[in-house]
């Protein structure tokens, strides 16, 4: 197959266009990331603190689970650990005035840090009842309710961070050498509000898939929020 048939092909495909006497990829608008916030524990939940399409900034509290029973559990943790350290010292000025052998000195620092390692555990108990956000981003999706009861690792929130946007291109290897990595890009976007911007090519698939092309990702910013994912997009090769 020759060069022109080739091209003529990949047009027909859908995989690239003619945009003002220049190639063009086209390509879907992804988030730069997107994650699931699920419930660390069993539990239910006694307060929502955020809504959909709510800004979130990384670990801020999106939720609040049932956990009186772990707070009482570290408070006695707490009160332990207290009689502890005053135990410890006082063990220490006895060893240190020979007045106890120095295994009942060892046997009241490691009652100590027992009595530690009992107080980070139910205080890291009390810690998983409060959901908090693991990056900055948009709540796009909530998938639950205060008053209901949640499992381990069920989803409750689904988070977008959209601050940057991926263009991803499905190409034809013979394109490949147009776009390398590092390359400044122009990127058309379809919605007409949105305009254009200037991208950068941060990914070339190693891989080709069962098809043969090849996984292309262009990232834009996007610190005004102009460009919506899922929307399509068209990546101009440079001239």
């Known amino acids: 197959m020759g060069p022109s048939i080739r091209f003529l092909s990949l047009l027909l495909s859908g995989q ?23 419930a660390p524990v069993s539990s239910r939940i006694v ?9 979130v900034k990384a670990s801020q509290p999106l939720a609040l689970l049932y956990g009186k029973l772990e707070e009482l559990e570290m408070q006695r943790a707490k009160a332990l650990l207290e009689r502890r350290e005053f135990e410890a010292k006082g063990a220490k000025r006895l060893y240190d005035s020979k007045i106890i052998p120095e295994a009942r000195a060892l046997e009241s620092r490691i009652d100590l840090e027992l009595a530690r390692l009992q107080y980070e555990t139910a205080a890291e108990q009390v810690r998983l009842r409060t959901i908090v956000a693991p990056m900055d981003g948009i709540v796009v999706e909530r998938y639950r309710d205060e ?8 989803p409750m929130f689904r988070l977008m961070d959209l601050s940057r946007v991926v263009v991803q291109c499905a190409v034809s290897p013979s394109l490949l050498s147009a776009f ?16 254009s911007a200037e991208g950068e090519v941060t990914l070339v698939d190693p891989c080709a898939d ?30």
């Open 47 to 55: 307060d929502m603190r955020v809504k959909e399409g709510e800004t």
């Open 16 to 38: 690239v266009a003619l945009f003002a006497g220049g190639l063009a990829l086209e390509g879907q608008v992804l988030p730069y990331r997107q994650v699931e916030v699920s």
């Open 210 to 239: 069962a098809s043969g092309r090849v996984r292309v990702r262009v990232v834009v910013p996007n610190p005004e929020g102009r460009f919506r994912a899922g929307l399509k997009a068209k990546v101009l090769a440079p001239e």
């Open 147 to 154: 008053g209901e009861a949640v499992s381990g690792a069920q």
């Open 180 to 195: 390398p990595p590092g390359q400044k890009v122009k990127v058309l976007f379809t919605e007409p509000a949105a305009g």
